[in-house]
């Protein structure tokens, strides 16, 4: 039996890293304060006394200068991690991940790519405001060349990143910043990885399907329990990762249940829950007894 042990969605980030890390020396974390200061959100706390300020790098408040940094380390074999301390800042980089990064190894005829891990916190936080609190997952998801991964616990955290991290392509690693000391839960102590493209069914169940992002999972899972005390059997389902996106288990789940209901946190409008909602209406059409209903900001 595999030993498991407790830890917080931090410290499940801080491991896959690390672990990473040691195993691939070409691997690095840049970011602002993400060394003396022990990362914005402590997420690489001890990281700096382990490896050192060549691998762990402050970087200045300049997120247009760090993530081209990454385009050319890249270019020259190592595996850059850009922390951003919110995505929401992400924009003023937007040249970099969305024209360089996920477009050099087209440009280049194959000849090199830019294996960047790009990751840091989104979604909406308390006390943070609008120019911290943006969830943009739907507007990377549209960008050809690029992964993305949105976990919603420590299991998935740190697999899902351990996976970004051996990936020969870019990929945008999206963790909500509410979750990083307010979810804990198990992680074996042995070496494991999560397959992107892999969705997990959190919850069986035959009336209706449940379809959430990131922390959305947890309002979700209580409501499946609350529909269960009125005889409802909800399935809930964890995409874990936008691009690529397990349609088959998405779809094979509404064509049981006969419903659909999809939950994220950012906008509805173009968002990832009209996506969701599209691919149901194609795929599974013929198989809903009432119509896709969404749930997200307006």
Known sequence: MTAMKEVTFREALREAMSEEMRRDKRIFLMGEEVAEYNGAYKVSQGMLEEFGPKRIIDSPISENGFAGLAVG??????????????????????????????????????????????????????????????????????????????????????????TALREPNPVIFFEDKVMYAKVKGPVPDEEYTIPFGKADVKRTGSDVTLIALSRMIHPTLAAAEMLEKEGIQAEVIDPRTLTPLDDETILNSVRKTGGAVVVDEGYQRFGVTAEIAALIANGAFDYLDAPIERLGAM
Not at 78 to 98: N, T, Y
Not at 125 to 145: D, F, I
Not at 148 to 157: G, H, K, L, M, W
Request: aromatic fraction near 12%; glycine fraction near 12%; include cysteine.
């Open 73 to 162: 380390a890249a270019m020259y074999g190592l595996r850059p991690i850009i922390e951003f301390m919110s995505w929401s800042f992400s924009l003023v980089a937007a040249d970099q991940i969305l024209n360089n990064v996920p477009k050099m190894l087209y440009m280049s005829g194959g000849q090199w790519g830019c294996p960047v891990v790009f990751r840091g916190n989104n979604g909406a936080g308390g006390q943070l405001g609008s120019t911290h609190s943006w969830t943009v997952e739907s507007m990377y998801a549209t960008v050809p060349g690029l992964k993305i991964a949105i976990p919603s616990n420590t299991y998935d955290a740190k697999g899902l990143l351990k």
